[in-house]
């Protein structure tokens, strides 16, 4: 699990002073995912003013527009396509096996990474020529009338 996450420069090796445990979690298609408790980070860390939407406002919104066709898009592994600025990098250490790596991407478990991670999804959308369209963190609903309005 982290050699792969190492092979594809999504951790790395350091040396640190600082260190949160790891937490591998089973996935229900039989893998895992390992999380890493930042909990004591992110006491620490602080607020952005930026804000994810409200899941239940976003639901109200898309139940206003009359629409025949939806597709939904989850980015995959949206997080680690983020690098992590590299003076940031020794606060998000761990300790794997007797090996202490950290995230060179925007790692799962920080305050923060979801609201980064939408606001730069967001970013990108509203340069495009998207569809109609909702999105909440790493997941985008798009609609329209016709099947050529969504795809």
Known sequence: MIQELESQG???KTHSPFNSPV???HKSEGEWRSTVDYRALNEVTPPLSAAVPDMLELQYELESKPAKWYATIDIANAFFSIPLAAECRPQFAFTWRGVQYTWNRLPQG????PTICHGLIQTALEK???????QYIDDIIVWGNTAAEVF
């Open 128 to 134: 495009g020529e998207a569809p109609e369209q909702l």
């Open 23 to 25: 937490w591998p979690v």
């Open 10 to 12: 999504v951790v790395s």
């Open 110 to 113: 920080w305050k923060h990474s």
